[in-house]
């Protein structure tokens, strides 16, 4: 054994505690480490244990109860005697020739010192030891997800990094995010939102275990084959955006929103034939790793999380009426809230009586996703902020009573006259609406929309028209007319309507590059007294 250098003081150190039974988790941590980096720290583990076991042998040959404490210089000594102590010859036996009578010489077993024997298969047992710890060592942990976004995330611990742009690391066991939505990047390209409360593990950079709670993933092409497993099954992605839901007894539900994935049922290491989901599916994993067919729900899982806009969408439409009233389209928006026609501002409170128009553009300017409002009159009409004419509506009165309103009127009609549309009372939360009295007209930027959900696409536009039910009592004979323009080009036209004809529903296609959607009313016969015009449930169907 060579002479031990005294850099190696520590590592003499930790084997003796290793040995002893008294190195802490830390210390022990430290020890393997530096077996692992290190080829002659492994030799000197092996010759150090080999002396340590050679004389726990002796002390339990010799009667003693247990090693005593020489500490790691008795052993250092060891191998500074076993380096320069003298060679023992032995003399070699040669038997003594005999004439005349031939001796047999019978072969003798030969003896295998017990001493060298025992040192062998103690340094045997070493080597085989550190093989099995060089194989199974944990390896160095390394950054492998970013989280990208947070709202109202609470942790249940604060020892793994938490906030926006810090880096997630692979063998840092079970996170449990207690509340709130967490958006992380893995650096393979998958995306992933995690609804709390759950607890989850980041294997590596495309996998993941989900113990409990929700998630939905985002997978490029790229990314092909990211893969969540769960207490009973898991998910392989095939290029395609997922959620998946495990209870907290375990059973899982995948529900498949594009593109497709294949579920395997059964525990880690217990797999079972697999099925392949596709696009508006959904099926459920139960303990017993049987597969079922369940709903499929669309707007089970969060699936975009925007922090600095206060955006989470699980997949519902975008309200128009919410974003009037100020919202960001997902409810967010005052009830009963107007823009004044003439100044583009938003009010709570709408002007009382009748007004005429001026003419000209005019632009809103306190909210992005609306572009502008105007009066909409026989001729050339200004119906976006590029400077887009319309020149098919009708001859007008030119006048206009209150503004366009998120829900019903709060000035001139009071609680008496709510708004009601097909005997629904509008403005609810269940019944969203837009008030747009005749004659006026209002542009949305589809643009600035699509900014808000990136990746997001408008695919229709939804609502339906009509004037409010009670009008007819005082004026059963008005008309009114509603129109839908995209980027000027008209796409929808109701005719003259009364008061007591039913609500017309309007479904219109959006291309990816559309960016105007002008909604407009306008009184049919000059006169726009009770002309309560509503577009119920104006929404932007988003895929």
């Known amino acids: ?99 005349v009578k031939i001796l047999k010489i019978e072969k003798t077993p030969r003896t ?36 990208s976004d947070s709202m109202n995330a609470k ?23 207690q509340k709130g939505t967490v958006k992380v990047a893995f650096d393979y390209g998958a995306e992933v939102i995690i609804e709390g409360p759950a607890e989850f593990e980041l294997e590596n950079a495309k996998e993941m275990i989900l113990h409990s709670g929700r998630l939905y993933a985002v997978v490029p092409r790229g990314a092909t084959g990211f893969t969540v497993q769960t207490p009973y099954s898991t998910v392989i992605d095939l290029g395609t955006e997922f959620g998946v839901e495990v209870d907290f007894d375990g059973s899982t539900d995948v529900h498949m929103f594009t593109g497709k994935a294949s579920l395997i049922p059964g525990s880690i290491g217990e ?23 369940i709903a499929f729900q669309r707007e089970a899982f969060v699936r975009k999380i925007d922090s600095k806009r206060d955006i989470i969408w699980r997949g519902e439409e975008f309200s128009l009426a919410d974003v009037i009233g100020g ?16 100044s583009g501002k938003i009010e709570m409170s709408s002007f009382d009586g009748f007004r005429l128009g001026t003419g000209v553009y005019t632009p809103v300017k306190s909210i992005d996703s609306v572009d502008g409002i105007f009066v909409p009159d026989k001729g050339d009409v200004v119906i976006n902020s590029t400077g887009g004419i319309y020149s098919g509506f009708p001859v007008t009165s030119n006048k206009f009573h209150e503004s366009v309103f998120n829900g019903h009127y709060t000035k001139s009609l009071g609680t008496n006259h709510e708004l009601v549309l ?32 990136p990746e997001v696409k408008i695919i229709a536009f939804r609502a339906r028209c009509g004037i409010s039910d009670n009008a007819y009592d005082d004026y059963p004979r008005n008309t009114e007319e509603f129109y839908v323009l995209v ?20 479904n219109i296609g959006l291309k990816d590059n559309s960016r ?6 306008t009184d049919g016969d000059m006169n726009p007294s009770h002309d309560w015009g509503i577009f119920a449930e104006p929404v932007l169907i988003l895929e």
């Open 1 to 99: 054994m060579s002479q031990v250098p005294s850099k190696y003081q520590l590592l003499s150190e930790l084997i003796h505690g290793l040995l002893a039974g008294e190195l802490t988790d830390e210390k022990c941590s430290q020890l393997y480490q530096m077996l692992a980096d290190d080829p002659k720290c492994r030799d000197y583990y092996i010759e150090y244990s080999t002396l340590w076991a050679l004389l726990d042998e002796y002390c339990e040959n010799q009667g003693i109860d247990e090693l005593p404490d020489y500490g790691t210089s008795i052993l250092q000594a060891f191998a500074e005697e076993e380096k320069t102590a003298p060679a023992i010859e032995i003399e070699k036996m040669i038997p003594e020739r005999v004439p």
């Open 112 to 147: 295998v010192n017990k001493f060298s024997l025992y040192s062998t298969i103690i340094s045997a047992a070493a080597v085989i030891f550190l093989l099995i710890y060089i194989w199974f060592a944990p390896k160095a942990a390394s950054p492998i997800a970013t989280i």
């Open 155 to 177: 942790w249940a611990t604060s020892e793994y990094p938490t906030g926006v742009g810090e880096r997630l690391w692979d063998n840092e066991g079970t996170r449990w995010l």
């Open 271 to 293: 797999k079972k034939e697999g099925v392949e989901l596709i696009a508006g599916q959904a099926k459920t994993v139960t303990k017993k790793c049987e597969v079922r067919d």
């Open 327 to 342: 919202g960001n389209g997902f409810g967010t928006g005052r009830k009963n809230a107007c823009i004044d026609p003439l």
């Open 422 to 453: 097909d005997g629904k009372l509008c403005g609810t939360t269940e019944y969203p609406s837009i008030a747009l009295h005749c004659n006026l007209g209002i542009t949305f930027d589809l643009s600035k929309i699509r900014q808000l959900l």
């Open 487 to 506: 980027d000027g080009v008209l796409q929808f036209e109701s005719g003259k309507m009364l008061a007591n004809t039913p609500a017309k529903e309007i």
């Open 516 to 521: 105007f959607l002008t909604l407009v009313s």
